[in-house]
């Protein structure tokens, strides 16, 4: 038998770190699974080495090179301040992360691909944006905040790694909206509230990526992807009003000022993240292109956006929820 | 390089007393409507001899699936169950749009037929040249812009589907302003329109669908009663560019009669930048009259689609020759400016 991959996913507890190691636990061209997070996986995982850590230590360098890791799939990077203890520990985590583990993984020779988990929250949202957002579109002037900021930023990072490093394979996968049965995002937290916040005289485009069709779009890019950006996202879009309706809710419109007011008295609440891109999301909404991931890689989603959305509403089950 | 817009001499029909349409209403009366150009039939009945389903004639955007079509096929059904089918649709949400948002029941059966009294008995547009523009395939409309409030781009997206032989739908491109503003966003993308860039522009035109633009934007729809008819700067060559590096013909378009609808008189400027406006129009009616003001006057319309102009057979770096994609800019805008003219005298006075 040659010899297959051996990954490291950062993040193997959240969402889609803990769902990839799974799906690799009978892949044959993965030899080794080395997951790093800083709590350890809700359910025992086949071939996985957890090493409890923090990307941020410089500690990681030598996780790199003792396990002799060819690939590395940085899926750490979190959208959910509450959980992790506030905004500005959110972005060291996302942004000091990224640049700690590229730091250790530029020393480290064996590696020779590098996937990241990035957001579809780079492209800002406003009046002057595309309504269907390629992976070339020019984000300069975009407002960012939150979690599009420290994604992009990361980005960043990943970019200047690629320059320094033209050996290796380096992939961003920008991710729409997760939504489905078993992942807890902004997203799936927004659609659970008992009445959903909308603006009042406007009706975003919803598009949003199914679960399993997350973690396909990672094991194929893992095998496969040729070095660049990639949007991930589930076809078509419903209108805000049409996902309400399917989830047998009410929406509540509501003025600008008072849903930027009700937004932060829910921050602070700590009952759901409402960050102010939500607000903007709320407004104009974000669709991207996915014909790149189709040539390129061949993914192309199982679920619409609309299938994704009727899953989630069928199948949702609390208990076994892990936060992405 | 040689330029195809230059070389095309503009016909325009000599005035004539339009056909009426040779159908019986089912009052008994003969029908009033004009007959579309080259059939013996309006718009209104040629649908019925031809049993045209009066949604959805077009293929379905993209690759999304459809759910619904509403379909008038079905002789069997009674009106009254094919509109409870409907509402019920409706109110469930159970309707397909595109990724652009584009709702093609609602436009089709509700919106559209709210503007027929407007287009037809209102401002009497008379349309020429609409089977000009292709059946089917991508192509990019380039109009002028005048009007205060841009409603001669709901006028030439309404003659389009009324009249062409396929009903094409127009997708239009709508500027900032347009996609910041609450409930008009939303009907302005209900409606099919999509953002003025050149992303969107592409992405309508590789899914094959029909593009209007008036690169005159604001300039155009802003500018003062004394310049009236008078096309102002063209943009800046985008849309050239977009329609060289899809090579898609362009469709010149010549919209008389917006220019009285609303004219504007002058430029409240400072109350412009108060309320972020490009402009604050003063018309005789508005805002002396208030909200009433808002009511266009009933000029009369003609609206002129010229040949298309093919944009393929260029080198393929035609796009970044800026001097060309100028030089091609003003031709097409000089073609335009001379279609309006011939639009003014063709249609007379402007309100009888």
Known sequence: MGRGKRILITGVSSYLGLRLAKRFEHDDDIEAIIGVDLQEPPVPIGKLDFVPADIRNPLIARVLDSTEVDTVIHTNISSHPSRLGGRSQMKENNVMGTLQLLAAAQRVKRVTRVLMKSSTAVYGMGPKEPSIVREDHDNRYAHLYGYGKDCSEAETYVRDFARRRRDVEVVILRMQSLIGPTVRTNMSDYLSLPVIPTAVGYDPRLQLVHEEDAVEAFALATHGAPKGIYNITGRGVVFLSKAIRMLGKVGLPMLY???????????????????????????????????????????????????????????????DEVSA | MRNPANDNVIRLDARREPQ?????????????????????????????????????SGSPIGDEEQHGELVDGDADASVLDRLSAFMSRRLKGDYPIDEFGYDEELSRAILLPLLRPLYEHYFRVRTLGVSRIPSEGPALLVGNHSGTIPIDAVMMQYAVAAEHPAERVVRSMGADLVWAAPFISHLARKTGSAVACDEDAYALLERDQLVAVFPEGFKGVGKGWSERYRLQRFGRGGFIEVALRARVPIVPVAIVGAEEAFPMMGNAKALASLLRLPYFPITPTFPLLGPLGLLPLPSRWVIEFGEPIPMDGYPDNAADDKMFVLDLTDSIRDRIQQMVYKGLKYRGSAFL
């Open chain 1, 257 to 319: 000022p008072a849903a930027t007011a009700a937004g932060s008295v829910l921050r602070r609440v700590g009952t759901v993240d409402f960050p102010p891109d939500q607000l903007q999301f709320l407004i104009y909404g974000r669709v991207v292109d996915y014909k790149r991931a189709r040539e390129e890689f061949g993914f192309v989603a199982r679920y619409t956006t609309e299938e994704a959305i009727a899953d989630f509403r069928d199948r949702r089950r609390a208990r």
């Open chain 2, 20 to 56: 009426r349409c040779g159908a019986t209403t089912t009052s008994g009366r003969p029908c009033r409507n004009h007959a579309l150009e080259g059939e013996r039939y309006c718009h209104v009945h040629r649908r019925q001899r031809h049993n045209v389903p009066a949604i959805a």
